[in-house]
């Protein structure tokens, strides 16, 4: 299918990440994505745009607070778009990047992510963007179809993340045992909560399966299966260091409901002058070489998270994650 990908050039991230993940179905000769991208140097944008509008089987809005307010975007692509849409020649399929008013003209159309929830505020945005890519695969194979009943989006209300122009400045500082225990309480507590969340989320996505149980106050495991893989399952059991210091501050094994005494890999406390940190200790590179890299707890987490679900055949596309 030929899908046009409408977009505000604000949310280009977002055109990238989706282009990342839809490239197993262009591979897979699925689909050919056009978006104003591959306008020519000198080209004439809406002679291009209305060639493109006009060619498409598919319609992909990348909806945003910076979509709905482009005139190009909304007033000129999709009216063209549900014009044609109503004449029954194309589907239209919204993708929500971030929390908006989008009750307008879309609502007749089922969104994705599931529910219409926007990108922006799933706990790992590649979750997100695998399920548009599901959804999307689905549309695929299926061929032409007229879309399914509109899915009303929640959580509208836009997060709170204001970024400071003060000057910041950092101050030495000096860190004792009851700081770095502080520390890793906090920091495993960022982790299980990464899991849940993200677990929850995952069995959103078709083929998908995943479950979180805490163990105690300071472990936590996880299994997900992958029914699209002949080995698609993965296991990861988590504990706080406070139950084998020996094996690290935060430590995993790739097992589920394993013990305390055994890892695969843990994160570590460490700090400079400013601050406290986490690096990440993999027992099977080099012995337990450690990385200097310094990581955030949410980081950490990811990275975590991002190592279970490759077990199970789960990647995600164009990430940097080792």
Known sequence: MKAFVSYSHRDTWALERLK?????????GLIETWSDLEIPP??????????ALAQCDLFIPLISADFLNSFYCYEI????????????????????????????????????????????????????????SAGLRTICEAGLA?????????????????????????LKKTFDAIDRSD????????????????IAEINDVEGLKGRFRAMSDRAFTCTVTNAHHQRGTANI????????????????SFNPDASDNTANGSFNVGNDDYELFWTDRDFSRGGGRED???????????????????????????????
């Open 146 to 170: 007229r879309p399914l009943p509109m899915a009303t989006p929640k959580g509208d209300a836009p997060k709170q993340d204001p970024s400071s122009s003060q000057r910041k400045y950092r």
């Open 77 to 132: 692509e999709l009216a063209r778009a549900i014009d044609r849409y109503d004449r029954g020649e194309i589907q239209i399929v919204p993708v929500v990047v971030e929390p908006c008013d989008w009750k307008g003209p879309l609502r007749r159309f089922k969104a994705l992510p599931k529910d219409g929830k926007p990108i922006t505020e799933f706990t790992n945005q590649n979750t997100a963007f695998l399920d548009v």
């Open 42 to 51: 000198g080209g004439e944008i809406d002679e291009h745009v209305a060639d």
């Open 237 to 252: 059991t988590v504990h706080s260091g406070s139950a084998n210091r020996m094996l690290g501050d935060i430590y995993w």
């Open 292 to 322: 200097a890299e310094h990581l955030t707890a949410r980081e950490a987490a990811e990275r975590l998270w991002n190592r279970f679900v490759e077990q199970a055949g789960i990647s995600y596309a164009g990430d940097d994650q080792d």
């Open 183 to 198: 520390f890793v309480s906090e920091g495993f507590d960022v982790v299980r909560s990464y899991f849940e969340h993200a």
């Open 20 to 28: 990342a993940h839809t490239s197993t179905l262009r591979r897979d």
